[in-house]
C-alpha cells in the first residue's frame, strides 16, 4: 500500500507559476515510477509528466518546456513545477506512484490548480 499526499495548489494568474509536491509513505518499490496527472471539467485524466526511479522523464507535449517534474528519492517526494501557465492548464492534478509504466499503481486525492485572471 501508497498512500499519497498532495500539496500546493491553487489560483494563479496566466504567465504565473505554481509548484506542486506530493509525498509517498509505505513500499518504496510501488514508487518506481512518479507522476502527475490532471482532469480537467468534462474532459479525461490526461498524462502530463512522469519521472523514474533513475529520474528518466516523459512529458505530454502540451506542457514541454513549461513544466519540471523532479523527486527527492530520499524524501519518497516528486515535483512538478509549472511556469508560464495558461487557462487551458486548469485542473485538478493528480500525482501517482507506481512499479512501472504499466502498473496502474496508487493516486493522491487531487489539486485544484486554476488558472485565471
Known amino acids: 500500500q501508497v498512500q499519497l499526499v498532495e500539496s500546493g495548489g491553487g489560483l494563479v494568474q496566466p504567465g504565473g507559476s505554481l509548484r506542486l509536491s506530493c509525498t509517498a509513505s509505505?513500499?518504496?518499490?510501488?514508487?518506481?515510477?512518479l507522476g502527475w496527472y490532471r482532469q480537467a471539467p468534462g474532459k479525461q485524466r490526461e498524462l502530463v509528466a512522469t519521472?523514474?526511479?533513475?529520474?528518466?522523464?516523459n512529458y505530454a507535449d502540451s506542457v514541454k518546456g513549461r513544466f519540471t517534474i523532479s523527486r527527492d528519492n530520499a524524501k519518497n517526494t516528486v515535483y512538478l513545477q509549472m511556469n508560464s501557465l495558461k487557462p487551458e492548464d486548469t485542473a485538478v492534478y493528480y500525482c501517482?506512484?507506481?512499479?512501472?509504466?504499466?502498473?496502474?499503481?496508487?493516486w493522491g486525492q487531487g489539486t485544484q490548480v486554476t488558472v485565471s485572471s
Open positions: 501517482n506512484a507506481a512499479r512501472s509504466y504499466s502498473d496502474t499503481g496508487y
Open positions: 509505505g513500499s518504496i518499490f510501488s514508487t518506481n515510477v
Open positions: 519521472i523514474t526511479r533513475g529520474r528518466t522523464t
